[in-house]
């Protein structure tokens, strides 16, 4: 997302991500990506509860997270396999929500350059 962050901004949007990590693993992981953008912590996933996407994580999900040495109860602080569903929503300046993409398949995301043709459509 980097990459099309500029054109975003000429936009006159901002990109958020909201995750339920504690803020220094998401500190950490801001600093190795080099992200430019706020990643907010969601403990508990209290806000993806609210939004209806929030999942616990199936077993072989979480198999795969320890075969990768990741502990998400430690992770997100909070004891629980969960996470929220993987989401894009854009929301215009007067707190519309003009789309929402979500696929409880972590490898189906959105293409960056279909969030600008989104954005494009609503600015």
Known sequence: MNAV????????????????????????????QEL????????????AARLGIAMTVPDDLAAIYAGFRIDLP???????????????WLVDRAGLVRDVFDDPDYTVRPEPEVTVEKLRAIA
């Open 36 to 47: 430019d953008f706020p990643l907010l912590h969601d403990f508990g996933n209290a806000y």
């Open 5 to 32: 962050l500029p054109t975003i901004r000429a936009l006159g949007a901002e990109l958020v991500v909201i995750c339920p990590q504690l803020p220094a693993f998401l500190a950490e992981l801001k600093e190795k």
């Open 74 to 88: 430690k992770v997100n602080g909070d004891g629980a396999w969960k996470l929220p569903v993987p989401s894009r």
